[in-house]
């Protein structure tokens, strides 16, 4: 009785995923003000689909823009602009923080969950490395760069600059943005700058990720609990514990062994 009653919190857990995260095509995304509303209804959206986190580009439901080529050619065929678009419209933040330093759109509400984790990033990569340290001084005092600025300023080659950057904007003390893109998705170049900069007001807290963790399963409705600790850059803050700790805590459920679940009243 009991499995049989688990299986069916499970389908409709699914049920309700397939719903809230836009999964099927009468559920579609119309337009850019639609994909900012879903923005702010999961609070968290990943830009293409490789998770159980929502997912801006599988909500379109549009074919791709170049079926026989890999990576950007997957894009949706019209709605690809979104991806540059979306990171402009007030309140809403892109860090590469999803695994793999991918884009990960976060709302008002969940940037002030990340603001505290974000700063104390800042202060670990900075006080870990002088070449971090100092594109990190340098963007704290010119404010946001272009890459030729930053080769040029600081006197780096291209491949040392990508090098330094790369683990920046992965750990999400670095956030690059476009710089001024139309809805069509044209943009004028790229920039970086500081998340302290993007995110001036100091939310306060004490850098730890469990209320981000909480918010990323409400984002994704029910996730298997494998999958979770890869969602985000920084592993070394998963310890053992944590999903049974906020799953003890009624903070999260596990409607299944191996799953995890948002309580329905988050």
């Known amino acids: 009785m009991g499995r049989a009653h688990s299986d069916t919190a499970l389908a409709e857990l699914e049920e309700r995923r397939a719903f809230l995260c836009r999964l099927t095509p009468d559920r579609a995304l119309e337009t850019l003000d639609e994909a ?5 209804e999961r609070g968290m959206l990943t830009r293409t689909t490789d998770s159980s986190l929502p997912s801006l580009f599988e909500a379109c439901h549009e074919e791709p823009y170049a ?23 007030p309140g809403v933040y892109a860090p590469k923080i999803h695994h793999r330093r991918k884009t990960l759109y976060v709302s008002e509400e969940v940037a002030r969950i990340l603001d505290p984790i974000l700063r104390a990033e800042t202060d670990r990569m900075r006080d870990a490395d002088p070449d971090w340290a100092r594109v990190l001084d340098h963007l ?37 943005r476009a710089i001024d893109p139309d809805e069509g998705g044209r943009v004028d170049g790229f920039e970086y700058a500081r998340w302290d900069h993007v995110f001036p007001q100091a939310a306060g807290g004490d850098g730890s990720i469990d209320a981000f963790v909480v918010a990323a399963v409400h984002a994704a409705v029910v996730a ?20 049974e700790r906020l799953v003890s805590e009624g903070r999260l459920e596990r409607p299944e062994p191996g799953w995890i679940a948002a309580p329905a009243s988050a």
């Not at 900012?36 to 702010?40: A, N, Q």
């Not at 298997?224 to 999903?243: G, N, Q, S, V, Y």
Request: aromatic share 14%; proline share 7%.
């Open 67 to 89: 079926p026989d080529k890999p990576g950007f050619g997957q894009w949706p065929r019209t709605k690809w602009g979104w991806s540059f678009a979306l990171a402009q419209r």
């Open 224 to 243: 298997t609990e494998r999958e979770i600790p890869r969602w985000f850059a920084w592993r070394w803050r998963f310890d053992d514990e944590l999903l």
């Open 140 to 176: 704290a005092a010119a404010g946001a760069s272009t890459s030729d600025d930053l080769k040029t300023e600081l006197g780096l080659k291209p491949k040392e600059l990508k090098g330094i950057l790369w683990p920046l904007e992965l750990c999400g003390a670095v956030v690059g």
């Open 36 to 40: 900012e509303e879903f923005l702010r």
